[in-house]
């Protein structure tokens, strides 16, 4: 009875789901080409609007989950957010979830969260042409024997990171990137030697890269913490009501000028960024580990 009860709850929720973002990819794909006009205060006017209609998309979002698949959220924050600050938003990455948990927590307390993407992904349909309309970093990553092969390929990756992060000191924006570069698997963990027990190794080349092209514009980093106490879901699982409770953690500090450099060329400053990412990474690891002794805690009760 519980398996028909989910799919019915599940199959409901991803067709309003469906039907709220054709709804709002519409008008932001159809808008989206007035910021090609060479005005700037129209170009900033038209980005304001598109941010708009994605909030209110992520904002009925929030209704269809309340109503289908409501999930309780235990959040833990010291924030004080306002949608009027430039942020840096990082989190460890477990599943496409998180998006929605991040999008659920921050969603009209801060700037409508830009995500960087691989090149890939902007054709998903029907998402895709949302995100490019919505002015998300689009990356292409280039492996070691691709840059050997065709030298004049390396730093292309900053210079996208670079132009992108220019579109964004206009208005105040939220950047979110994902530092582990992919989602935790307990195999993947193994193959890295991951000193972290809950976390794959942070990618710093990204992040570094996104903080020295917006400059003065971003001063915050919001650090936010995911756990899910029973297991981590699927897409489907999380829309078909089989997710009750999910932790967040969210810690908001200033971003030190130790963190603003060239990565590329000063190796000392490259060596102080990573050691810097792998302290605030060990802190992360130890609130993961907090959550989950506290969790067999209430199991226990």
């Known amino acids: 009875m519980g398996g028909i009860l989910s799919l019915i709850r599940g199959s409901l929720a991803f067709v309003c789901w469906v039907v709220n973002t054709l709804f709002w990819v519409i008008p932001i794909v159809l808008l989206s080409p007035i910021k090609l006009i060479p005005v700037p205060v129209l170009r900033t006017a038209i980005s304001s609007l598109l941010d708009n209609c994605a909030t209110a998309w992520i904002s009925i979002n929030g209704v269809i989950e309340h109503i289908f698949h409501p999930v309780k959220i235990d959040l833990h924050s010291n924030a004080e957010l306002t949608p009027k600050e430039w942020y840096m938003v990082i989190a460890n990455h477990q599943s496409w979830v998180d998006i929605l948990i991040l999008q659920r927590v921050l969603n009209r307390k801060i700037p409508f969260l830009k995500f960087f993407l691989k090149k890939e992904l902007i054709f998903v349909p029907f998402l895709g042409l949302a995100w490019w309309a919505l002015d998300f970093p689009f990356m292409r990553r280039y492996s070691t024997a691709q840059l050997r092969k065709n030298p004049k390929l390396k730093g ?146």
């Open 156 to 301: 292309k990756d900053i210079e996208i990171t670079r132009r992108a992060c220019a579109k964004f000191k206009s208005k105040p924006v939220s950047v979110m990137n994902f530092v582990e570069g992919t989602r935790f698997k307990a195999e993947k963990h193994q193959q890295q030697n991951s000193q972290f027990k809950h976390l794959l190794k942070p990618k710093a080349g990204g992040l570094a890269f996104a903080l020295s092209a917006m400059g003065d514009h971003i001063n915050k980093l919001v650090n936010v913490s995911i756990y899910y106490p029973e297991k981590v879901p699927s897409y489907w699982e999380y829309i078909s009501g089989q997710v009750k409770e999910v932790r967040v953690h969210i810690t908001v500090t200033e971003i030190p000028d130790e963190m603003r450099g060239d990565y590329m060329k000063d190796r000392d400053f490259k060596i102080a960024f990573q050691e810097q990412l792998n302290q605030i990474w060990q802190e992360k690891d130890q609130m993961l580990d907090l959550l989950a002794q506290d969790n067999q805690v209430k199991q226990k009760v």
